[in-house]
C-alpha cells in the first residue's frame, strides 16, 4: 500500500486528520492506495487490524456502483468543473450500510496525470435515503417536491451506461441485480404507441440540447402498464461535448386514472343535466295546453256562473283561477330557466348602463307604487346576451323590492369595480382576461347567513307564498345566467341594513375578441 503519494508533509498532516473520509484509488482496478484515518473510523469502526483487508474499493461498492464510479472519475479527468460535484453511493462496509457523497478528483505526479483519483466521502448523510443520485440529478428532484413513486436516472452518453435510484427500479418492476443498463435496454420498456414520440423526444435533447417535460406510458418487467412524468436535461463538459443525460421520473398512473375518473363523472353529470333540462323544457311545454284550458274554463265560468255561485263556489272559483295563474307563472318560469344554457343567441358588446335604464322603465309602476329609489354608479361595457343581462338585473331589483322592510322606502345601491388579480386566483379565473365586479345592495328583509347558497337552488323558498309571493326560480335563473356567461354570483346578509348581491362578469367571452 502506497501512504507516501502525498509527499508534502503540512499537506499529509491535514489530510491524515481531515474529518472526512479520504482515500485514493486506481482508476482501472479500484486498488486502493491510501486511505486516512477517519476512513477507518467510519466504514471499519476503527479498527487497528484491518490494513489486510483494505486493498480495493470495490469491496464497498455493487458491481453497478463500480462502473459508475469509474465514469464520474473519468468525467473529472476530462472536465475539471465536475469535480465540484458529487454523486451519492451506497457503500457497504464491515455490516454497515451507508449512503454518502463523493467528489473525485484526478492526483497528478510532476505535472503529468496519474491513474490515481483522489476520494472524498461524506457520510454524514447516511440516516436518510436520498431519492437522487448526484448534484445534476438533486435539482430536478426538487422540481418533482416529493419522493414517492419517484427516481432520478443518469445516462453516460460516450459509454452507453445508465444509472438508476431505487425508485427507478421500483417504478420499472426491475429487479436492482439486472447489471448494467443501457439507454437500448431501457428503450424496451416504453410502450409501442409511444416509442416513435419518446425518440423525437430523444433526438431533440441529444442533438439541440433540448430539455425533456414529457409524460408516456411504459410496460414494467411485470407486464403493467403505468403513466410517467419525465424531466431531463442534457449536461456538458467543458468543452461544450455533451457528457450525460440526467433525469427524473414519476409514476403518475393514479393521478391520471383519477383525472380520468373525474372527466369521466362531468361528462356523465353533463349528460344528465341535459336530460333535465329537456324534462323540464318539454313537461313545462307540454303543461302548457293544459293549463291554458283550466284558465280559459276558469274564466268563462267566473264569466256566466258568477252571480250563481255563492258562499264556498265564489271562493273555490277564485282560488282555482288564482292557483292556475300561479302555475302559468312557475311554467314560464321553468322554461325560462331551461332555455338559458340552450341559447344559442351570440354575445355582443353591451352597455349595463342602458340594461339597467331598461330595466328601470320596466319596473317604473312598481318603482313608483314603493317609492324606491335606485342609485347606480357608471357600468362597464361587457360582452353579454341583452336579454338574459336584462333579466339578471330585473330578478335581483325585483327582488330587492319585493323584500322590503316595513313600512321603509326601498334603496337599492349599484356599484361596480375591476375585479383585482390576486381575487382572480381566488375564483379561479383566467388571467389575461378582465372581470367586473357588481354589487347590488339593498336595505330590506335580509336573510339569515345559512340560506346565502340555498337561496340560488330551484324553487328554495325562505317566506311563505302568501307574504312573498313567487315561484322560488328568480335567483336560480340568475346564477343560471352567470354559469352561461362564465361568471359568479354569490350573496351576503349585511345585519341590520339589508342584503347584497355580487356577480362577477368577465370583459370578454372566449368567443368576443
Not at 420499472?172 to 443501457?182: A, H, Q, T
Not at 393521478?255 to 333540462?277: A, F, G, M, P
Not at 283561477?321 to 341559447?343: G, H
Request: glycine share 4%; with cysteine.
Amino acid at each position: 500500500m502506497e501512504e507516501t503519494i502525498i509527499d508534502n508533509n503540512f499537506l499529509l498532516d491535514i489530510v491524515k486528520s481531515s474529518p472526512a473520509s479520504i482515500v485514493v484509488v486506481n482508476k482501472e482496478n479500484l486498488d486502493i492506495e491510501y486511505y486516512n484515518n477517519q476512513f477507518i473510523q467510519n466504514f471499519y469502526k476503527g479498527r487497528k487490524d484491518v490494513k489486510e483487508e483494505i486493498k480495493s474499493f470495490t469491496g464497498l461498492l455493487d458491481k453497478s456502483q463500480q462502473e459508475r464510479l469509474k465514469a464520474q472519475m473519468q468525467s473529472v479527468a476530462e472536465n475539471s468543473f465536475a469535480r465540484n460535484k458529487y454523486m451519492v453511493y451506497k457503500l457497504t462496509s464491515y455490516e454497515l450500510t451507508i449512503q454518502a457523497y463523493i467528489y473525485a478528483a484526478p492526483l497528478r505526479d510532476n505535472s503529468e496525470p496519474k491513474n490515481s483519483f483522489q476520494l472524498l466521502i461524506l457520510s454524514d448523510i447516511s440516516a436518510s435515503h436520498l431519492p437522487f443520485i448526484s448534484f445534476d440529478t438533486r435539482e430536478l428532484f426538487f422540481k418533482q417536491f416529493n419522493n414517492i413513486d419517484f427516481g432520478t436516472f443518469e445516462w453516460f452518453i460516450k459509454q452507453d451506461k445508465m444509472f438508476w435510484t431505487d425508485g427507478m427500479y421500483d417504478i420499472y418492476e426491475v429487479d436492482k441485480n439486472i447489471g448494467d443498463l443501457s439507454l437500448r435496454h431501457i428503450e424496451q420498456y416504453v410502450h409501442p404507441d409511444d416509442r416513435e414520440f419518446i425518440k423525437t423526444k430523444m433526438d431533440a435533447a441529444i442533438q439541440n440540447g433540448e430539455d425533456i417535460d414529457i409524460e408516456y406510458r411504459i410496460i414494467t418487467e411485470k407486464n403493467n402498464v403505468k403513466t410517467i412524468h419525465t424531466l431531463a436535461k442534457l449536461i456538458f463538459d467543458s468543452e461544450g461535448n455533451r457528457e450525460k443525460l440526467i433525469g427524473s421520473i414519476r409514476d403518475v398512473s393514479a393521478q391520471r386514472k383519477t383525472e380520468e375518473e373525474l372527466i369521466n363523472s362531468v361528462k356523465v353529470l353533463n349528460r344528465s343535466n341535459k336530460d333535465l333540462e329537456e324534462f323540464a323544457y318539454v313537461a313545462s311545454h307540454d303543461l302548457q295546453e293544459p293549463l291554458r284550458k283550466i284558465s280559459t274554463f276558469s274564466d268563462r265560468l267566473n264569466e256566466k256562473y258568477k252571480e250563481v255561485l255563492t258562499g264556498d263556489g265564489i271562493l273555490y272559483l277564485e282560488r282555482m283561477m288564482a292557483s292556475a295563474e300561479n302555475m302559468r307563472t312557475l311554467i314560464n318560469n321553468l322554461l325560462e330557466f331551461s332555455r338559458i344554457s340552450k341559447s344559442t343567441v351570440p354575445f355582443s358588446h353591451i352597455n349595463l348602463n342602458f340594461i339597467l335604464q331598461q330595466v328601470k322603465t320596466d319596473l317604473e309602476l312598481k318603482i313608483e307604487e314603493t317609492g324606491t329609489v335606485i342609485n347606480s354608479e357608471q357600468l362597464p361595457f361587457v360582452s353579454a346576451s341583452v336579454t338574459q343581462m336584462k333579466q339578471l338585473f330585473e330578478n335581483i331589483i325585483n327582488n330587492a323590492i319585493k323584500f322590503r322592510k316595513p313600512g321603509a322606502t326601498p334603496v337599492i345601491t349599484i356599484t361596480s369595480s375591476i375585479l383585482p388579480a390576486n381575487k382572480l386566483i381566488d375564483y379561479k379565473l383566467d388571467k389575461d382576461n378582465t372581470y367586473y365586479k357588481i354589487e347590488i345592495t339593498d336595505n330590506g328583509i335580509g336573510f339569515e347567513d345559512e340560506y346565502a347558497a340555498r337561496i340560488f337552488q330551484v324553487f328554495q323558498r325562505l317566506h311563505g307564498k302568501a307574504e312573498y309571493p313567487g315561484s322560488g326560480i328568480g335567483l336560480a335563473i340568475c346564477q343560471k345566467i352567470l354559469e352561461h356567461h362564465n361568471g359568479i354570483i354569490y350573496a351576503e346578509n349585511i345585519p341590520d341594513t339589508g342584503a347584497r348581491f355580487t356577480f362577477i362578469l368577465p370583459e370578454h367571452q372566449p368567443d368576443i375578441k
